[in-house]
Structure formats: structure tokens, C-alpha cells
């Protein structure tokens, strides 16, 4: 066991090293200079000063040639310094960035999963239930034409709609907490996505569930319908939607940067796009660390995990 | 080495007991029979062949040219001469949608057909080689996988295009071509590539689990003690047996692309104005829409409607494919 | 009975502290900072650029200021003189000036805040157009450490505690307006040094100020800060108790926000669609504020005049107007590079004429012939501002149209071109110039010396003829009617190199909402006079 976890250990080692050589080659070589950047951007192209410059190339280290850049930015990293943001924020320390923002989109993802699990397990039931009738058509193709709409239309439509016509909110704004009401629609908004497949791996569980021989006996054996969908049919249902939850999960936290950006939320999918517009190399790295990160540790726990839910491959 | 005839394997029990004994053709005809019975994919099917049907005529049959300006209507309704209306620089908006149908067509098959050949390769090879070969070909999908896949395409698209432009302009300086100084189609490539590369590692996944699925079969096994090629295995067993999760995988693949292409275009990056896109019309539209509600409505329905279709077409194929999914 | 008087005594309490609530929500002005597409939430005072030098008066008072209609108005300097030649100035400090903590604002003060704004470092590249001409500028700058903090201006000098004396290189009548801006604002230099150049102003190191408000909160996470009175601000005012930002850099958010009564003011304009429903917030004034598109005269295949030529003449630019500016009233067209806002201008101009057989014609005769010849165009309107993408899109069609040129790269972030920045063709910007004066404006916008010119948008730009003009005109009074004279000739030896495409530009709009009055920007884009601002609901 402990070897096995030693060369899984390395294997992904290595394979972040590639990743994080590979992001800043990319930004080297394809991004071009963030300090020229940061005057022609905006307003400031009046500002070029090739003295200025050259005291700011220096001062953030970008004078140097990619591959000692490169090894210069690996060995802070080992030493837990992940650099200072170059024009997002200036001089801020980017692990105080990452620390606020992470867990803004956790909480996020965390929550638009909860919601997307009971609202698309329901609606997954009651569509097995009414399998091939009129509900259970109107539950899957409802379902499919909400997700079919760009997030990034149904995101400003939802909130002007909300805002200004009906009044029942305020714009949101920022940060204020998950149960700050503000952070509603963006959940709303989020959970949206997962929906469908939800739904769909719910349903179709359900119907294969459905003709198995012990739910025939046991209504045979008289027992009441909602007790043999509660305690027969919802558990084995739930197990395989459970495990691919935890994979929504990543996902949307790696993935609400649509969401983030239309609702002004200070969270880590925007500062991917922040990062990037700015040309900020120590974001985009830092972006890049933790992203891959997340998903090494949640493969690495769905593995270890996987076989405490499923006998079968323990057995294996 | 052909002995083994595909044909006499497929037996298989179905679930009403009956035995489906005989040719692949029946098969398919099957198939075709179970697909033709579900309305919905049908449904998506015909919308699926009119907007592939449009994307290939659609510039041929445009009432205008898609980028000819007419800026005193600029933000007319619809009217008989503008059919759709015009967008905010007086162009037509039926000829863009037409010529955005051809891009969306471009994104989503060039995607699906790259990442699908790299995922097939990759998959089959890592799924009978087996061992180290496995190992380090599922390593690398896995890493893919672990990047965050719209940073990924986000990185790619904003970084590689200024070395591919250059090479093309080193090589323009070189022969004097003149096709090497038009770079345009230079947002489309990065876009399939992009998108390429975030969707092969999964489509990889599948064909070697069902690779490694089917060679437990015994079928393939007497196949392989007969002394069948590794490539005679993959053409003629694991391939048309992954047919159905991998048609499905496929097509809804393809609506995913022209979604995520829409999405890059809402972020100002992939293809760039004034070549049209159905997301960078929907994003320029959605500056307008409290007054021009029809510049926003129009690509947004329309993406929503050809998503929908994919998704009952690949539904319905997944059903029609599957013998045990018929009941 | 008592549950009665108890009730009573709290809906009487819940009433008066809605009443106080209200009272004290009176005086609070709620902002919209950020501009859409560059994240940069900061309140520097000192930097000279960026979003935050809108908001530079609230902390800081400009040396001397212009208001909306270009008068000059005193601020940390009262008073002012010149030798006679104009290479001598010295400037008197407003005995009543003073920080927050109670100190008066001395002359050696004013000094060091200008020498730690021309360290290279500091990155304010601006201080160039300010302090450029000072003797000791240029060779501080070339011998400053690449980490110091500071660098020492020969030509500044304190000649007592109230008099600050600059040498200049070369004579510059207008000096005084040149430094009339809130980019020249100050700060305490050894707070700069102590706490570090991006660092100094936040809330945490209690900075020390001299303008009408105080920045007492700043959250760089939750994008919000907050402003309160200074104790010590020595004008009259300020009425406002608070100032309250949040960034938002979403166009149809903030128009959402003004319409939902969630803000006051803001920095990005709201989208341009919404000015039925919000007439108030988009109320004009005059201010410099001027789109033009440049083209590169040192990069293939712009470096061809005749191509420039055949570029600028192969486009209808009044439909070029109405392509960017669709909404009545958005905009105003301009047929000429001086604003028309600048001391003068030219009466007969008439733009650029429509001429598609004068530019098929050019380009034939150009070393490249024909459009097929043609390298790529690389183009950008700099930003997604809605005014310039249309304007440039409608550009490119018109060469498609006329010329058949096909060949065009349009990116609206210029961050795409990544190094290939050194071969765009066209970008956008504005002359830069803070104060009105004509022969300045040229100077920004042509001499190679200035900032325009000096920028990569026009780098290699040269013109004699041009340059002897300007150099003349900046030695004159700005009451010589020669100036002006000098400014125009200098204006037709631009236009006629066709570097730089005009067509309109944008009216400025008030961004604020009827209720906040005194609400002005200067023509440095800073809120003028921010203390007179208050909130007065019908």
C-alpha cells in the first residue's frame, strides 16, 4: 500500500511539473511581455517608457531567460512563496488571493451540487415513475432546453428579469456569504448545468431498478408503493449518482467562471479570467496549481473511496 | 486470418429472451426500426440534417453578402427585404446566421472528428497493448484531464496563436504563397484544436474500457487463440461494438463544441469579428437587447434548438444501438 | 397596558432610527468603479493612470485645476511666476494647505512627491508629458538605480518652505497649465518610502492626505472601499459623509445597478441603449475626450504613405460617424486631429473627403500595387468600448468594399496580438493633453518627442516642417495669435502624412445620477471640486 501511494505520489508529481512547464512555456513564448501589456491595455499607451520598463522587467524578475524564469518560479513555489501579483493586484502576495477566492467557488460548487443532486434526483425519480408519459417527456426536454441556453445569456436575463421587472432583488454584489441572499441566483444559475445528466443517470437507474426481480416480489409480498420506492429503488439509485457528484463538484468549481464574471463574484474562476487578461503570469501559474491540484486529490480520494461503495471492485 | 466471421458472434440473448442470431445487417436494421419509432430523435435527426444541410448551401443561398454594411438601418426589424432583420451595422442577419451555421457546423465536426481519432488511436492502443504502454497513455489523458479545461482552452487559444502566425509569415517570406498571409482561418484551427484537446482524453476513457470489456468476451478471445491481429481484433470486433456509447459520446460532443464555442466568444476570445459566429453574434447582440431584443434572440434560440437536437439525436441512437435498452 | 407602551416605545424607536437611517443615508454617494476589461481595483494617488486617476481628488488636491469649462483654479499652489523667457517658474504654496495630521504642506514636500513619481520604477510614465521638460529630468531618470525608490530633479528646488522654483530646458510659456492636473497630486514621499509605491495609500498604513476625504476602507478581495471626511481639509466642505466604491466592470450590470437605485455615479458607462430610460444619467458636458484610430508609419505596409493614403481616402467617414454612434446625440463628428475643445482650431475644415477612385489610385501606386500584394493589417480598436468596435469594423468593410483588401487581423483586446504588438497597423487612442491649448495638443500628438508619438502607436513618426512648427509655437505666449497659427500649419503637415483617422467622439456623459449635484469630471477624466458634491432627492 505504502509503495503504491509512494509511486501514485510521484507519478502526479511529475506530471504537475510537466503541467506547470508547459503553462508557463505557454506564457512565455505565446503571451508576450506582461509589463508592455500593462501599458498598452487600457488607457495608458501614452505611458510606454522604455525606462519604466526595464525597472519593472527587473523588479518581477522577467528579465531573465525562460528556462531560469521558469526554475526561479519552482523553487519559491517549493519554498511556499508563489510570487506577488504583477498588475492584477500590485505586489499583492498571490497565495492571499488564492486564499480568499478558493473557497468562494467551493462554497459555490459546493452548493449548486447539493441543489442540482435533489432537484435532478426528484425530477429523475418522478420521470421514472411516469416512465414514457407526458411528465416524464415534459421533465427531460424542460430539462434539456434550460441547459441548451448559454449560461452567459440566461445569467444577465435572469437577473434583469429578477432586478428590474419583478424587483425582488438587489443586483448582487460581491461577496457577502453563501446565505447572504445575494448568493442565490448565482447557485440557481451554477446548478443548472449538471441538471440533465443528473436527471438522465437518475431516470434510467431507476428504470433498470424498476424490473428487477426483488421489487416484483415485493410488491407481490403486498408492500406499500412509497415504502419500495423509498427504501428499494432510491438507495441502489443513489449510489452511482453519489460518486459522479463529487466529480460535478470539481467542475464546477473549475467551471463557474461564467457565473462569476456576470455576477461580479470575487471567486477562483474569475480570477482565471483576470489573470489571463492581465497577463499576470504568478496568477495564471497559481490558477494552474491549484486547478490541477484539485482534481489530483479528488481523483485520488474517488479512487481510495470507490471501493468502500462498490464491493465488486474491492473483490478485483 | 478471417475464419472467424464477425457475423456468427454477435448472437446474443436479449432481454425478452428472443435470440438475435445472424448478420450484422440486421443489426442495424434493427436498429434503424427501434430509432425510427422515437420521435424525438427523429425530430433532432431532420433538425440536425437541415442545419448541416445550411451550413454547407446556406452561404450559397444567402440573400446578401454576410459582411456588406448597410449602416442607416442599422438595428431595422424584421422587414421584406431583411427577413431576420439587421444587426447593429446594418448586415443582414439571415446571411450571418447562414454563414454562422457553416462555422458552427466547422467547430463542431472538425472537434468531434480530431479528438475523436486521437481518443480512438490512444484508447485502443493503451486497451490491448495493456501494461506500461497503458499506463503512460492513460497518464497523460489523466493529465489533461487535470488541468481545468477552460483554462486550458483559454491558454491556448490566447498563447499559440502568435507562434502559429509567425511560422506562417516566415514561411510567406520564404515562397512568396500568398495563402500563407491570410491567417483568418487561424481562429477556426485554434478553436477545433483547443477544443480537440480537452475532449479527446475522455473519448480515450471510453473506447479502452469497452476495449478492455469486449476482450473478456469470448468471442474475441477465440478470435486472438485463432491468431487474429491486433488491428483485425480492433477493425472488426472492439470498433463496431463500441458503436453505440461512442455515437452517443460523439454526438453530444458536437452540440458541447458549438456551445463552448459560443462561450469563448462571450470572452472575447476564438473567432474574431467580423467573421460570423453564432456566439460572437449572440455576445454582440446582448449588448443591445433591452431595446434590439432580436440581435440577442435570434443565435441564442437558434444554438439552443440545434443543442437540443444533438442531444435527442444521441439519445435516440444510444437507445436504437443498445439491443438491451429495448423495452 | 404596558405591552401597549412597550409596542409604542418600539415602533416609535423603529421609526426614528429608520428616520436617522435615512438622514444619514443623505450624504452618501455610492460609485461604480472599473472600467469594463482591465481588472484593477486601486486607489493610488500618485500613479497618474489606470482607473483610479478619476478618483485621484477625493484624496488628494491637484497643484492647480480646470473645471468643466476650462477656467484655471488654485489648489495646493496659490500663486505663480515666470521669468522672462519662461525657462524660470516658481509657484507659491497655499499657506493654508495641509495634511490630515495638521502639518502645513511645505515646498520641499511638493518636491519630493514629483521625484518619487520620475522614478522609472514607480512606473508613472505619464510624468514625462508633465516634468519632461525639467532641467535634470531626463539624466535622473538614465542614471536612477533600477530599485530606487526616488530620483534627485536639479531643476527642482524649494527656495523657502513656501516656494517651489523649477528650471526649465526650454522656454514653455504654458508651463502652469501643464502641471494643472490631478495627476500632479502629492503625497508624503517617506510614506512612499517606508510602506513601498503600491502600498502607501491603503487604510492599513493610515496614509496621510491632503484632500477632502480619507480612504478608510479598502478591500481588495470584496472589491469595495469606503471614504470618509478629513478632519483637516482646509477648503470649504465636504458635504458628503461618505463615498462609497464597488467595482463592477460589466456594462449592463452597472446600467442595472443605476436603474435599480443601487448606485449614484459610475465609471463605466452605462450601455448607450438606456438613455430613454435614464436621461439624467447621461447628461453632457464639454470635455477634451477624443477617439482616433492611428496608423503606424514605420510598419509594413502602413510605412507606405501612398497606402496610408489610399486607407484613409477608401473610407465614407461620415457613415463611419454613424456607424459608431447609431444613438442620436451619442456622439459629436470631428473633421479635424485639435479638439474642438483646445485654445483653436481650424473653421474650414472638412475631414477627410470620400474619394474611392483617389484611394484605388494610391494604392495602385504604392510600392505594393495592388490589395493582393498587400502584407496583413493588423488592427485593434484597443477595448470592447462599443463606439470604437463599430467604428473600426465599419473601417475594414469599407476597405473590403473599395479596395478589396481582405488581408485584415482584428483583434479588440490588443493583449492578443502578444509581441506582435511591434507590427499592429492601426490602434486607438486619445491625444492625451490635460489642458486646452492647441499647440500642446500637437505636440502630443505628432512631435516625436511626445507621448503619442513616442508610444509604439506611432513610433518613427517624423515630420520636419511639423516639428519646427510646434518647436516655435511652445516658446509663444499663449495670447500670440502666431501660436494658434503655428498649431494649424502644424495640424495640415499631420493630416497630409495621413497617420491619424478621425470621425467623432463620444459626448461625455455625466454618469451620475439627477440627484448628485457638482458631480463633474475635469479634463484630466478626475471628478473636479469632489467636496461641492451633494446628494439632494426630490
Redesign the interface.
Known amino acids: 500500500m505504502a509503495s503504491f501511494l509512494f509511486i501514485r505520489l510521484l507519478r502526479w508529481s511529475v506530471g504537475l511539473m510537466l503541467i506547470l512547464f508547459v503553462t508557463y512555456a505557454m506564457m512565455y513564448y505565446g503571451a508576450g511581455d506582461p509589463i508592455r501589456m500593462m501599458f498598452i491595455q487600457g488607457e495608458d499607451f501614452d505611458t510606454e517608457d522604455e525606462a519604466v520598463m526595464r525597472a519593472l522587467r527587473a523588479k518581477y524578475g522577467l528579465d531573465e531567460p525562460f528556462l531560469v524564469q521558469f526554475s526561479n518560479y519552482i523553487s519559491h513555489l517549493l519554498q511556499g512563496d508563489w510570487g506577488r501579483s504583477i498588475r492584477l493586484q500590485v505586489d499583492r502576495p498571490v497565495l492571499e488571493i488564492v486564499q480568499f477566492r478558493l473557497p468562494i467557488s467551493m462554497q459555490l460548487g459546493f452548493a449548486a451540487t447539493l441543489i442540482a443532486a435533489v432537484v435532478g434526483v426528484t425530477l429523475g425519480v418522478v420521470a421514472a415513475l411516469y416512465h414514457n408519459r407526458w411528465l416524464d417527456r415534459l421533465i427531460i426536454t424542460s430539462v434539456l432546453f434550460v441547459t441548451s441556453i448559454p449560461i452567459f445569456v440566461i445569467g444577465p436575463m435572469l437577473l434583469l428579469l429578477l432586478v428590474l421587472i419583478l424587483k425582488w432583488i438587489d443586483v448582487p454584489y460581491g461577496w457577502n456569504g453563501l446565505f447572504h441572499i445575494d448568493a442565490a441566483l448565482p447557485v440557481a444559475v451554477i446548478a443548472i448545468g449538471p441538471l440533465p445528466g443528473i436527471v438522465r443517470q437518475t431516470r434510467s437507474a431507476m428504470l433498470e431498478v424498476k424490473s428487477q426481480q426483488y421489487i416484483t416480489t415485493a410488491r407481490a409480498k403486498g408492500v406499500s408503493e412509497s415504502r419500495i420506492i423509498l427504501r428499494h429503488m432510491l438507495r441502489p439509485v443513489m449510489t452511482p449518482v453519489i460518486t459522479t457528484l463529487g466529480l460535478i463538484m470539481i467542475a464546477l468549481i473549475n467551471g463557474s467562471l461564467f457565473v462569476e464574471l456576470i455576477y461580479n463574484i470575487p471567486g477562483f474562476g474569475l480570477l482565471t479570467i483576470e489573470g489571463i487578461r492581465t497577463v499576470d503570469y504568478p496568477i495564471i501559474m497559481a490558477v494552474a496549481v491549484v486547478g490541477t491540484l484539485i482534481i489530483f486529490v479528488s481523483n485520488f480520494l474517488v479512487d481510495m473511496i470507490y471501493p468502500i461503495l462498490d464491493p465488486r471492485v474491492r473483490v478485483q | 486470418m478471417s475464419a472467424a466471421k464477425p457475423e456468427a458472434q454477435v448472437a446474443r440473448i436479449a432481454d425478452d429472451g428472443s435470440i438475435y442470431a445472424g448478420a450484422q445487417r440486421n443489426l442495424w436494421q434493427d436498429a434503424a426500426r427501434r430509432f425510427r419509432k422515437n420521435w424525438l430523435a427523429v425530430a433532432g435527426l431532420v433538425v440536425i440534417a437541415l442545419f448541416l444541410i445550411l451550413a454547407l448551401i446556406g452561404p450559397h443561398i444567402a440573400p446578401y453578402d454576410f459582411l456588406e454594411q448597410n449602416i442607416v438601418k442599422a438595428f431595422q426589424g424584421s422587414s421584406a427585404e431583411h427577413l431576420l432583420g439587421v444587426d447593429d451595422l446594418g448586415r443582414d442577419i439571415l446571411s450571418r446566421m447562414l454563414h454562422g451555421a457553416r462555422t458552427a457546423a466547422l467547430v463542431a465536426f472538425f472537434t468531434t472528428i480530431i479528438s475523436l481519432v486521437i481518443g480512438v488511436l490512444v484508447g485502443g492502443w493503451a486497451g490491448i497493448r495493456g501494461g506500461r504502454t497503458d499506463e503512460f497513455l492513460m497518464w497523460i489523458s489523466d493529465l489533461i484531464q487535470a488541468m481545468p479545461g477552460l483554462l486550458l482552452v483559454i491558454l491556448i487559444n490566447t498563447t499559440l496563436r502568435r507562434p502559429i502566425i509567425n511560422w506562417f509569415d516566415a514561411l510567406y517570406e520564404q515562397t512568396r504563397n500568398s495563402f500563407y498571409l491570410n491567417t483568418l482561418w487561424l481562429d477556426y484551427v485554434l478553436v477545433f484544436s483547443a477544443l480537440a484537446l480537452i475532449g479527446w482524453p475522455g473519448l480515450a476513457r471510453l473506447i479502452r474500457g469497452q476495449v478492455l470489456s469486449i476482450g473478456e468476451e469470448d468471442y474475441v478471445l477465440a478470435a486472438r487463440a485463432l491468431g487474429a491481429s491486433e488491428r483485425h481484433i480492433m477493425g472488426r470486433h472492439v470498433i463496431p461494438n463500441a458503436m453505440g456509447p461512442l455515437v452517443v459520446a460523439v454526438t453530444a460532443g458536437m452540440g458541447g463544441a458549438i456551445l463552448l464555442e459560443a462561450s469563448l466568444s462571450f470572452l472575447g476570445i476564438g473567432i474574431q469579428p467580423p467573421n460570423a459566429s453564432w456566439g460572437s453574434m449572440l455576445q454582440e447582440g446582448l449588448r443591445y437587447w433591452q431595446i434590439f431584443p432580436h440581435l440577442m434572440l435570434i443565435p441564442a434560440v437558434t444554438i439552443g434548438i440545434v443543442q437540443v437536437a444533438f442531444v435527442f439525436l444521441g439519445d435516440g441512437l444510444n437507445d436504437a444501438l443498445d439491443p438491451r435498452r429495448n423495452s | 397596558m404596558s405591552k401597549k407602551i412597550l409596542t409604542l416605545f418600539i415602533v416609535a424607536l423603529v421609526l426614528l432610527l429608520s428616520a436617522a437611517g435615512a438622514m444619514a443615508q443623505d450624504q452618501v454617494l455610492r460609485i461604480a468603479t472599473g ?1 469594463s ?6 486607489f493610488q494617488i500618485l500613479s ?3 482607473d483610479q486617476q478619476n478618483w485621484i481628488t477625493f484624496q488628494s488636491v491637484p497643484p492647480l485645476y480646470f473645471d468643466v469649462d476650462s477656467n484655471l483654479h488654485t489648489g495646493y499652489f496659490n500663486d505663480w511666476s515666470q521669468n522672462e523667457d519662461s525657462t524660470v517658474w516658481t509657484f507659491s504654496v497655499d499657506p493654508a494647505a495641509r495634511w490630515s495630521d495638521g502639518t502645513s504642506i511645505t515646498a520641499q514636500q511638493v518636491i519630493d512627491s514629483w521625484q518619487v513619481q520620475a522614478a ?2 514607480n ?4 510624468i ?2 508633465y516634468l519632461g521638460n525639467v532641467a535634470g529630468f531626463a539624466d535622473a ?2 542614471a ?1 538605480a ?2 530606487a525608490m526616488t530620483v534627485d530633479v536639479s531643476g527642482l528646488s524649494a527656495l523657502d518652505d513656501a516656494t517651489v522654483q523649477v528650471e526649465l530646458v526650454l522656454p514653455d510659456p504654458i508651463f502652469f497649465w501643464r502641471i494643472a492636473t490631478a495627476h500632479m497630486a502629492i503625497a508624503r514621499a517617506e510614506d512612499v518610502l517606508e510602506h ?1 509605491f ?2 502607501f495609500w491603503k487604510p492599513e498604513n493610515n496614509p496621510i492626505v491632503n484632500g477632502p476625504f480619507i480612504l478608510t476602507s479598502f478591500d ?5 472601499a469606503e471614504m470618509t471626511p478629513n478632519p483637516e481639509w482646509w477648503k470649504d466642505g465636504p458635504i458628503l459623509d461618505k463615498v462609497t466604491f ?8 452597472v446600467g ?2 443605476a ?2 437605485d ?1 448606485i449614484d455615479a459610475s465609471l463605466a458607462a452605462a ?1 448607450s ?2 438613455r ?1 430610460q435614464m436621461p439624467d444619467y447621461f447628461r453632457q458636458f464639454q470635455a477634451i475626450g477624443f477617439n482616433t484610430f492611428w496608423m503606424q508609419p514605420s510598419r509594413e505596409p502602413t510605412n507606405d504613405p501612398k497606402v496610408r493614403e489610399a486607407l484613409i481616402k477608401s473610407v465614407d467617414w461620415n ?1 463611419v460617424f ?2 459608431a454612434f ?1 444613438i442620436e446625440g451619442s456622439g459629436v463628428m470631428t473633421t479635424q486631429t485639435l479638439d474642438d475643445i483646445v485654445t483653436c482650431q481650424n473653421p474650414d475644415a472638412t475631414g477627410y473627403p470620400y474619394d474611392v477612385e483617389g484611394a484605388q489610385a494610391a494604392l495602385a501606386a504604392s510600392s505594393y500595387g495592388s490589395a ?1 500584394n498587400l ?2 493589417l493588423r488592427v485593434t480598436p ?3 468600448n ?1 463606439f470604437n ?2 467604428a473600426l ?2 473601417v ?2 469599407f476597405w ?2 473599395n479596395l478589396g483588401i ?2 485584415v ?13 511591434d507590427k499592429v497597423n492601426l ?1 486607438r ?1 486619445d491625444v ?1 493633453i490635460r489642458f486646452p491649448d492647441a499647440a500642446t495638443y500637437m505636440w ?1 500628438a505628432g512631435h516625436s518627442a511626445g ?2 508619438a ?4 506611432l513610433s518613427g513618426y517624423h515630420n520636419e516642417a511639423l516639428e519646427a512648427a510646434i518647436d516655435e509655437a511652445l516658446t509663444l505666449s499663449p495670447d500670440d495669435p502666431r501660436r494658434c497659427e503655428l498649431a494649424l500649419e502644424a495640424q495640415a503637415q499631420y493630416e497630409g502624412d495621413y497617420v491619424i483617422m478621425h470621425f467623432g467622439k463620444p459626448l461625455r456623459t455625466a454618469n451620475a445620477r439627477e440627484h448628485v449635484k457638482n458631480y463633474y469630471s475635469g479634463p484630466d477624466v478626475s471628478v473636479i471640486e469632489p467636496w461641492k458634491i451633494s446628494i439632494e432627492r426630490m
Open positions: 472600467s476589461g482591465v481588472a484593477n481595483f486601486s497618474a493612470g489606470g522609472p520604477l512606473s508613472v510614465g505619464r514625462r508629458t531618470r538614465e536612477a533600477e530599485d513601498g503600491n502600498e481588495p478581495d470584496g472589491q469595495k464597488q467595482f463592477v466592470t460589466d456594462q449592463t450590470i442595472a445597478m436603474l435599480n443601487q450601455p441603449v438606456l430613454a457613415a454613424q456607424a447609431p493582393e502584407p496583413k484597443r477595448g470592447s462599443e468596435n463599430r469594423q465599419a475594414i468593410e473590403r468594399q481582405e488581408n487581423e482584428f483583434q479588440q483586446d490588443p493583449n492578443s496580438f502578444g509581441d506582435d504588438l490602434s487612442d492625451v502630443a507621448p503619442v513616442g508610444s509604439s502607436m
